[in-house]
């Protein structure tokens, strides 16, 4: 049975482990060696899931099918113009042979209550392009699109 749960410092090492694939996964997509080097984590990832556990505008999730995490997620609450904070989703990945039983759609039904409950309003979450079943899973949640970032390398 596929579950959620916050996550805690005895899942570091799973969540480091869960973080490398995820970072392996993206880095060669469209437009996944610029995300790798300017908003995506670096090894050693360890010291920054810690302190994303250790900080109270942080959740760190836990996602499960049976006793294994096979999925996380770290969600923040970020300062925005007027006094409001929005949700910024930094990761949400779940291994490949767990996707499609629910594991993902628990994970963000979690950040959206967290962020509701905390007055947030709005989430926002990056996606890489050509990443189409990665926009419509954020889709399925009333998420869209509301910026663009263009890129081009220079010599």
């Known amino acids: 049975m596929e579950g959620v749960r916050l996550a805690g410092h005895d899942d570091l090492a799973d969540l480091a482990r869960l973080v490398g694939e995820a970072v392996a996964e993206l880095t060669p997509q469209r437009g996944g060696e610029m995300w790798a080097r300017t908003l995506g984590r670096h090894a050693p990832y360890e010291p920054e899931l810690r302190a994303a556990l250790d900080d109270p505008e942080v959740v ?35 291994e490949p042979g767990a996707r499609s039983v629910g594991v993902g759609e628990a994970m963000l039904a979690v950040i959206v209550e967290w962020g509701t409950d905390r007055g947030a309003v709005g989430i926002d979450a990056v996606v890489l392009p050509g990443a189409r079943e990665t926009k419509n899973f954020f889709e399925s949640f009333g998420l869209k699109a509301r910026a663009l970032v263009v890129h081009r390398d220079l010599p």
Request: charged fraction near 15%.
């Open 60 to 94: 760190v999730l836990a996602g499960t099918v049976g006793d294994a995490l096979v999925g996380y997620a770290v969600a923040r609450l970020a300062p925005i113009e007027g006094g409001d904070t929005i949700v910024v989703i930094d990761d949400l990945f779940t």
